[in-house]
Structures are given as C-alpha cells and as structure tokens.
C-alpha cells in the first residue's frame, strides 16, 4: 500500500518463502525498514485505513500468533501488542467500508 510519494507498505518473501512486512520508498524503490520479520507464517494481505494505520494479515497454525496486526503508518509502530483474534478462521484479505 502507498501511503505517500515517499512511503509505502509491503509484504516481501525471500528464497526461503519466509515473509516480512517491509517500508519502502516508491519514487527509488529503495527498503526503508523491516517492521515484522522475516517469518515462517503466511502473510496474505494489508491495507490501509482512513486513520492513516496499516493492517496486515498474518496467517499462522497457532492461533496466538494469527489475525491482524495493525501498525501507525506514519511511525512504523505497531499499535496492537498482540494479533486480532478475528475467530475460527484465519485472516485471508482486508476490506474497510466507509
């Protein structure tokens, strides 16, 4: 997700399909900074709100560490100490209705 000219958001998997969740700049391409990971758990969507916060999609086999994370898109924090519990089935994408 693209959060400015300057700022975006993305989920990266390396050789080993180990996903992360990365900042980035979109006018060089170039990484800023690794926000979770790399993990050996399957991170399948995020997205953006109106309340400038970034919700990512972990899907894992221990119900612990699968829901949603949210993070502060403009300082990187994560806002949620743990996953959202979002119920039996693990998150698959993200849709916000306003």
């Known amino acids: ?50 309340r400038n916060e970034v919700y990512l999609a972990v899907i894992d086999t221990q119900i612990a560490t699968s829901g949603l994370r949210i993070f502060d898109a403009g300082t990187d924090i994560e806002i949620t100490s743990t996953p959202l519990n979002v119920g039996q089935f693990p998150p698959a994408f993200i849709v916000f209705v306003e």
Do not use: C, E, W
Not at 13 to 38: E, K, M
């Open 1 to 50: 997700v693209i959060v400015s000219r300057t700022k975006g958001f993305a989920i990266v998997s390396d050789v080993n399909f180990s996903y992360s969740l990365i900042t980035f700049d979109p006018s060089s391409g170039q990484r800023l900074n690794t926000l979770v990971g790399p993990l050996n758990v399957l991170m399948p969507h995020l997205a953006l709100n109106s």
